[in-house]
């Protein structure tokens, strides 16, 4: 069976020029912000609405934390094996005062180093295996650990949020346009 990996690359990464005028907006403000458009970011903005719809899922109030969002992030970026997803929130995750051995025991979903996270990233990792489909077991251990029901909802909608930006990258290939994050 042929993969995308064997036939021509059917995507490249848009310059501000190549996408609409709304997406043009987007991209000036990402560029303040971050001081550059990420690559999969611009691969978003091949679609008229997709950019802007993305980034107000990403962006949205949560009743998690950011560390909790990265956790989030890095465990399903690592279950889906998202190069892109990793690279970011490796730097991500820095930028939000984990270190790098925390990284790696977050992207494996075996925390040490806080008992919550660790209850957090086993979810995590059990229901992105499972589409969407946690054990009771884990369930419980989930809000035993403190979590709530408005928490749950918040950490699938962060699961549904990488998932698709992992799913764009892996079917599109574009470059990644940050450090490489090491291998586990």
Same mark, same amino acid.
């Given at each position: ?20 005028? /709304? /997406? ?126 408005? /928490? ?13 930006? /992992? ?18």
């Amino acid at each position: 069976m042929k993969t995308l990996e064997n036939e021509v690359n059917y995507f490249t990464v848009p310059t501000r020029n190549e996408v609409s005028s /709304n /997406n043009q907006v987007i991209f000036d403000n990402l560029e303040k912000s971050l001081g550059f458009v990420p690559n999969l970011y611009a691969t978003f903005a091949l679609n008229e609405t997709a950019l802007g719809d993305y980034l107000a899922l990403q962006n949205r109030k949560s009743t998690l934390s950011p560390k909790e969002r990265e956790i989030i992030n890095l465990v399903v970026s690592q279950v889906n094996d998202c190069k892109y997803c990793l690279a970011a929130h490796t730097i991500l995750g820095k930028v939000n005062g984990f270190t790098d051995d925390q990284i790696l025991e977050i992207r494996r979903a075996q925390i040490s180093f806080n008992e919550k996270w660790a209850v957090l990233s086993k979810f995590v990792r059990e229901t992105t295996i499972n589409r969407g489909r946690p054990s009771e077991n884990s369930l419980k251990a989930l809000f035993d650990a403190g979590y709530t029901k408005a /928490n749950s909802i918040d950490i699938i909608m962060i699961i549904g949020d990488k998932i698709i930006s /992992n799913y764009l990258h892996s079917f599109t290939q574009i470059p990644v346009d940050f450090p490489i994050a090491p291998n586990l």
